[in-house]
C-alpha cells in the first residue's frame, strides 16, 4: 500500500520521507546472530532495488 508522501517543513526546507524494509525470520533466515540481520539486509536492497517505500522478505 502507497500512501502520498507528504512533505513537512524543517528549518525551512521541504522533507519527505521514505522506508524501505528488509524482513527475515529466526530461525528460517538465520540462526546466528550475525546471520539474521544481514538477511534482513539483502532484503531491504532487494526493497530498494524493485522500488522503494515497500518491503520484502528474505525468502
Known sequence: MNRP???FLIG????VITVSLGIAFYP?????QETLPRN???AMYRA???GKSTFRYYR
Do not use: N
Not at 525551512?12 to 522533507?15: A, K, L, V
Not at 528460517?28 to 546466528?32: P, V, Y
Open 12 to 15: 525551512g526546507r521541504e522533507i
Open 28 to 32: 528460517d533466515d538465520g540462526e546466528e
Open 48 to 50: 530498494k532495488q524493485e
Open 5 to 7: 508522501r507528504r512533505p
Open 40 to 42: 534482513a539486509e539483502k
